[in-house]
């Protein structure tokens, strides 16, 4: 059997398929907070690899240092950066959209930039510049017919999978998520209506965070925890934003799971390094010829 046949075995195939699935999980959470927030907000959070950051080092306090399991890690970064979402949003983003008028959009461009900058040398000085993680969270591996597939990347998959539906649940059907979609799509419409847009800038903003934060603390194994480990995140982040349609939640995630899925094969079948040029390339295509994105919705459908 030649190498090349060997490279094309269905089960060898197939497995690095699902490798990309969990990698472009991570790139669809990445995606989905990001475009959440610029969909309601208009923001670009540039602060979003910094978020993810404190999740992963939320989960290793939790996990490692606290030597609690690593289901309670995942759910404590949700939760802490959710409340530090909302925290920035009110103390940052909100009191600059008063007080800049109508430059605040430009400005929050800085001020995202300033906050990573802050919060990775905060970082830098309460941790140190060691790499913190975990090895495995879950050890073994299970057979599905040829393919072989760690257990831990099966749940990676997994929750990443459960969470993409319950914010798609929350969106479509919750009363906050409906404010939501309303804001989105038309402010003062939803102001008229009596929604309270400053709360609903808030709670985008926190599940925004949220999501980073969730992304960080599931892949503690591939990225541990260091000042700036986000780096690589919200780069890739970003490129699902632009390939799914900026500000469009569902095309973020759809992107971030074909992204991942292209990468998989492209460091399988030339090697590490080259995924990066092919996102590039993909990102500089579609700014030419589909601006707007590969799955963008009907004119106006937000988020």
């Known amino acids: 059997m030649t190498n090349l046949s060997l490279l094309l ?31 309601i907000l208009g923001v670009a959070n540039f602060a979003h690899g910094a978020l993810f950051m404190m999740g992963a080092y939320v989960m290793v306090s939790v996990s490692v240092m606290l030597g609690l399991p690593f289901v309670v890690g995942i759910a404590a970064a949700a939760a802490v950066l959710f409340l530090a979402g909302m925290i920035i949003e009110r103390g940052l983003i909100a009191t600059l959209r008063k007080r800049a008028g109508r430059d605040w959009l430009l400005d929050s461009f800085v001020l995202t930039i300033g ?14 510049s060691r790499r913190r993680g975990i090895t495995q969270m879950i050890f073994g591996d299970v ?42 799509q038309h402010p003062e419409a939803a102001q008229t209506l009596g929604i ?33 480990v986000g780096l690589q995140p919200i780069v890739k982040g ?37 995924q990066n040029v092919l996102t590039a390339v993909l990102v500089v295509l579609i700014l030419i010829l589909r601006p707007s994105g590969l799955f963008v919705a009907a004119k106006g459908e937000r988020p």
Do not use: H
């Open 115 to 128: 906050l990573s900058v802050l919060l990775e040398n905060l970082a830098l000085i309460l941790f140190g």
């Open 196 to 228: 309270d847009i400053s709360r609903v800038y808030t709670y985008a903003f926190g599940l925004g965070a949220a999501l980073a934060g969730l992304s960080g603390a599931l892949l503690i194994s591939i990225y541990p925890a260091y000042p700036s």
């Open 238 to 274: 970003l490129a699902v934003v632009i390939l799914g349609g900026l500000g469009y939640v569902p095309g973020a995630i759809a992107a971030g799971l074909l992204l991942g899925v292209i990468e998989a094969y492209a460091i399988f079948f030339m090697s590490a390094g080259w």
């Open 9 to 39: 075995e269905p089960s060898i195939l197939s497995e690095v398929f699902l490798q990309g699935l969990v990698r472009g999980s991570m790139y669809a959470l990445m995606g989905a907070g990001l475009s959440l927030i610029f969909g």
């Open 143 to 184: 057979a599905i017919g040829d393919i072989s597939i760690s257990y831990e990347r099966l749940m990676i998959l997994g929750i990443a999978t459960l969470v993409v539906f319950l914010l798609w649940a929350f969106i479509k059907f919750t009363n906050t998520g409906k404010a939501i979609r309303a804001t989105a």
